[in-house]
């Protein structure tokens, strides 16, 4: 029998992990749990709390430098390693353990945007579609061979929360229709265009500032791959004011940096026109539709951002 262990940590990885699981895992490997919430309390990973629930050994090192972590992996003598987004670099020794190799499902299109966050960056430089590739790992940063890719289109109101959902399981779709490749030694992986590479660096919390001195389409897009984390936001009168969704764009006569609320909704005026806020989040208090946020400062008003 074929000795497969799944590599991954969050909610996006959760459908490959149950597919799989179908066929058989003898280990799942994820991050330790982490303190979460404001108790602090340890949380479980996403993926044991799924691996768990099926029955599955789970395995979380602190990292792939440890002779223990070396001797863990050895013992399993694992011959297929299915990896979705599970958070480590993974040296040479453990790439070449796997007769059958290591594989990894990436959420883009490659070569377009390897690295951390690719659906972010696919939203926000307005790509029209985007997809999960199966790719062979090498050493590189996703620069492996790809067996097969899937695609998905953008649209105008995508989230980047919203698209990771429908990519995990396009993911999971595409997993166990290449998976018979993978069993029988029979995938013939294609090496990738390095020429026409681009990255996705992780996201920062500081790449949520909205410059209203930009076109509102760009700032459309903002909102949408930056949620829901680390989120875009605004300051009005000392405070931040998160932008939880936006909607339509039209032209505006008033100075960029203008936000007008009243019976037609929440506007923000930018360089070329005006971006509708349909959800805003004062600090302490639940995201709200925009003119129920704004009740502190009246029915209807405007104010200058910081």
Same mark, same amino acid.
């Given at each position: ?206 790449? &949520?500032? #909205?410059? /209203?001195?930009?076109?509102? %389409?760009? @700032?459309?897009?903002?909102?949408? *791959? =930056? ?29 960029? &940096?203008? #936000?007008? /609320?009243?019976?037609?909704? %929440?506007? @923000?005026?930018?360089?070329?026109? *005006? =971006? ?31």
């Amino acid at each position: 029998m074929t000795r497969i262990a799944f590599l991954g940590t969050p909610l996006a990885a959760v459908p490959a992990l149950k597919a799989l699981a179908e066929e058989g895992i003898v280990a799942v490997f994820c991050n330790p749990d982490r303190p979460a919430g404001r108790g602090r309390h340890l949380e479980a990973p996403p993926v044991k709390v799924a691996a768990q629930a099926c029955g599955l050994d789970v395995y979380q090192p602190l990292g792939w430098k440890s002779p223990d972590t070396r001797a863990l992996w050895e013992g399993l003598r694992i011959d297929l390693a299915v990896v979705v987004a599970y958070g480590h670099i993974l040296p040479r020794w453990m790439l070449e353990s796997c007769s059958m190799g290591v594989w990894n499902l990436h959420f883009s299109l490659l070569p377009r945007w390897r690295g951390a966050a690719p659906v972010n960056h696919a939203l926000l430089a307005g790509d029209e579609e985007t997809g999960v590739s199966l790719m062979r790992l090498t050493e590189g940063l996703d620069e492996g061979p790809v067996l097969a890719q899937c695609r998905r289109a953008i649209g105008q109101e995508t989230t980047a929360g919203g698209l990771l959902a429908k990519l995990a399981a396009d993911a999971s779709d595409l997993l166990m229709d290449e998976l018979p490749k993978l069993l029988c030694g029979c995938a013939r992986p294609v090496e990738q265009r390095h020429e026409l590479a681009t990255y996705a660096p992780k996201l920062r919390k500081d790449m &949520g500032h #909205l410059d /209203w001195h930009l076109p509102a %389409a760009d @700032l459309h897009r903002q909102v949408r *791959a =930056l949620w829901p984390w680390p989120g875009s936001e605004l300051r009005m009168d000392g405070q931040p004011l998160k932008v939880c969704g936006v909607g339509a764009l039209r032209p505006c006569y008033h100075e960029p &940096g203008q #936000l007008i /609320w009243g019976k037609e909704g %929440a506007w @923000l005026s930018t360089a070329d026109g *005006a =971006l509708e806020l349909t959800q805003l989040q004062r600090p302490g208090k639940p995201v709200q539709p925009a003119l129920q946020a704004l009740q502190p400062w009246g029915a209807a008003g405007s104010r200058g951002m910081e």
